[in-house]
């Protein structure tokens, strides 16, 4: 899956987007790990490595890469730092890789459903050697 394409807008290295529907859980500090469609680590495209600091920023309207659209984001954000980053096939994660995600990421099956809707990917993209990128973080 490589998601960069010829038009993709410039995006700042140091922040993390969020869909609205996770906006109270950055505010309540209850979401403290993302999981990621592909290899998103320190020299990956819009990837992160153990130590960053990054601005989570929520999205007010969607951008899209393919379209070369930037997307727009609300005023408030919220800084954290990247704990963990783990790239994994599908089929390596287990229950501990849950802990912290949204309550509509809660196994595997899951997991799949809701990158497919995020992605616009079909589900058939998601085998069990999928890679998927595991991102842990905290609040500052």
Do not use: C
């Not at 196994?107 to 995020?118: A, C, P, Q, V």
């Amino acid at each position: 899956m490589n998601q960069q394409t010829v038009n993709a807008p410039e995006l700042p290295r140091n922040e993390m987007a969020f869909r609205q529907i996770y906006h109270h859980l950055l505010a309540s500090r209850k979401l403290t790990a993302v999981v990621r469609p592909g290899e998103r680590g320190s020299s990956d495209w819009r990837g992160y490595d153990s130590g960053d600091v990054v601005t989570a920023r929520v999205l007010e309207k969607v951008g899209a890469d393919w379209a070369g659209i930037s997307p727009v984001f609300l005023s408030e954000s919220y800084q954290i730092k990247i704990e963990k980053v783990q790239i994994l096939r599908l089929r390596d994660l287990v229950a501990d890789h849950f802990i912290g995600t949204s309550d509509d990421v809660r196994d595997r099956r899951s997991l799949i459903y809701h990158l497919g809707t995020i992605y616009n990917l079909p589900i058939a993209s998601f085998g069990k050697d999928s890679k998927i990128t595991h991102i842990s973080f905290s609040y500052i």
